[in-house]
């Protein structure tokens, strides 16, 4: 008889979720904490809400997801590095404190290249969404306006330092476009200036402008992503737009420096046979976001690929944060 797909992740989420259970029985009855360091609410809290439930039942002492903001995400990423490397607590988090802080800050209470990947949850590409106000139909027209208009038009970004910033930035230096920056305090404010028209262009994730987009409030005009998005097919990615870059924000899982290899490959493949599963793809999906569930290596290397970008992007920028 056949195996069905779904039979086959549920069978793979079995088995993976049995040697998490043996490793946490031998670690005791303490909780897994997922340390969130950014405000409950977003995609960056909901994916690893969606990945906690689902691997609750193999740990005695549960596993709780604990929001830890402040400090563009410094604050839960410190108490993660020097928490206990025991298996018991895992930074889960966009690309941040992971990744980009620093190259940003001018010190910070841990170091970034100490984390022990574990896995990458999900990509979610980020957009470029204008305003119906710009006169604009699509990026080439987009940048002969900016070409034409230096410092003349206004982008929106999620404050200093974010990825919308710095995908901006890394937009005009290959553009050769120049644009006047305007920080908000988070996604929210942003998109709602740029529906009413008070900013031009934000380069935002995509779960949270899409629907913008799809109500005719504001104008997506390309993915930045190497193939177009699921939610959004009929929209371009920059490349096909004959602009050459990509920006992609990540969900990722690191372990505290010294983690052992064991704890780390067991977490790993419970947590890779959770994003297998039919609901979990689902989910992912209606937040724009695409499962991954990448091996600690693949997560090394490409959490050092996307560093170095940043690391370029920042310098040529100037960007700077206290």
């Keep these: 008889m056949t195996i069905t797909t779904t039979r086959r992740s549920v069978l793979a989420l079995g088995a993976a979720l049995a040697a998490g259970s043996r490793l946490a029985i031998a670690q005791g009855s303490k909780p897994i904490r997922f340390i969130v360091p950014f405000p409950a609410g977003g995609t960056a809290d909901i994916l690893p809400r969606i990945v906690a439930e689902k691997l609750r039942s193999s740990y005695p002492g549960g596993v709780i997801v604990d929001n830890r903001t402040g400090a563009g995400g410094n604050i839960g990423a410190d108490l993660v590095a020097h928490a206990d490397a025991d298996g018991t607590t895992f930074l889960v988090s966009p690309p941040g404190p992971i990744a980009i802080n620093n190259h940003l800050y001018k010190s910070l209470p841990f170091d970034p290249t100490k984390w022990v990947p574990v896995t990458v949850l999900a990509t ?4 470029l ?7 604009v139909k699509n990026v080439a027209e987009l940048v002969a306006y900016l070409r034409a208009n ?12 974010s990825t919308s910033h710095l995908t901006a930035s890394l937009f005009m230096e290959v553009t050769g476009t120049k644009m006047v920056h305007i920080p908000y305090k988070g996604t929210a404010p942003a998109l709602v200036d740029l529906v009413g028209g008070n900013v031009d262009v934000f380069f935002d994730n995509i779960s949270s402008s899409a629907q913008f987009h799809n109500n005719n409030k504001l104008r997506i005009l390309a993915v930045a992503d190497e ?21 992609v924000t990540f969900f990722s899982i690191v372990a505290p420096p010294g983690t052992p290899a064991a704890v780390v490959t067991a977490m ?6 959770v994003l297998a599963l039919p609901d979990v793809k689902q989910k992912f999906t209606e937040q724009g976001a695409e499962p991954r569930g990448w091996s600690p290596e693949q997560t090394g290397a490409f959490i050092r690929r996307e560093s170095d970008k940043w690391n370029k992007v920042i310098k040529s920028a100037n960007v700077t944060l206290e």
């Design 124 to 127: 979610v590409p980020n957009v």
């Design 129 to 135: 969404a204008v305003s119906n106000k710009l006169p």
């Design 268 to 273: 790993y493949k419970a947590v890779a046979a």
């Design 150 to 161: 230096p410092d003349k038009v206004s982008y929106a970004s999620q404050g200093n330092g």
């Design 227 to 247: 193939h177009r998005s699921a939610a959004l097919p009929q929209v371009p990615t920059l490349l096909e737009s004959r602009v050459p870059m990509e920006a």
